[in-house]
């Protein structure tokens, strides 16, 4: 299965937050800087979009815990690729006034290893996103 076989992209990704309120900010800040737009509104949950693909924020009544662990089976996180190397260092000095800190900083901007040139940051309900420097 795979391209060529009717198959495109990722469809979309659904995380399930404890305070939705509180989530909006972090996230909202972010993929708006990332270029995605507000798509979906309901009472428990939110979307921004990025051409076909939109990622979904959802306080669901099901919800089974307060915290995400990025190192318990499920997700670890999710990788956006940015602008290059300035679009990185500019995200991460904007990232903790909303609401995202740095992870790694002692290995910052290379600890995903010296190839990479990306920062690692976490909200206050343990996700974690990763950004990757692209071609400026």
């Not at 495109?8 to 909202?28: I, N, R, T």
């Not at 904007?94 to 040139?117: E, N, T």
Request: hydrophobic fraction near 40%.
């Amino acid at each position: 299965m795979g391209a060529g076989r009717g198959f495109l992209s990722l469809h979309h990704v659904e995380l399930w937050v404890p305070d939705l309120a509180g989530a909006q900010v972090p996230w909202g800040w972010l993929l708006g800087e990332l270029g995605w737009e507000t798509y979906q509104e309901w009472p428990q949950g939110r979307s921004w979009r990025h051409g076909d693909v939109y990622l979904v924020l959802e306080q669901s009544p099901a919800l089974s815990g307060g915290v995400h662990d990025r190192r318990a089976p499920g997700l670890n996180h999710l990788a956006f690729t940015v602008a290059g190397e300035a679009a990185v260092d500019r995200l991460t000095a904007a990232a903790p006034g909303h609401g995202w800190s740095l992870m790694f900083a002692d290995r910052h901007p290379h600890a995903g290893g010296p190839q990479s040139y990306a920062a690692y940051l976490e909200d206050a309900w343990g996700y974690e996103v990763e950004l990757c420097a692209g071609p400026p």
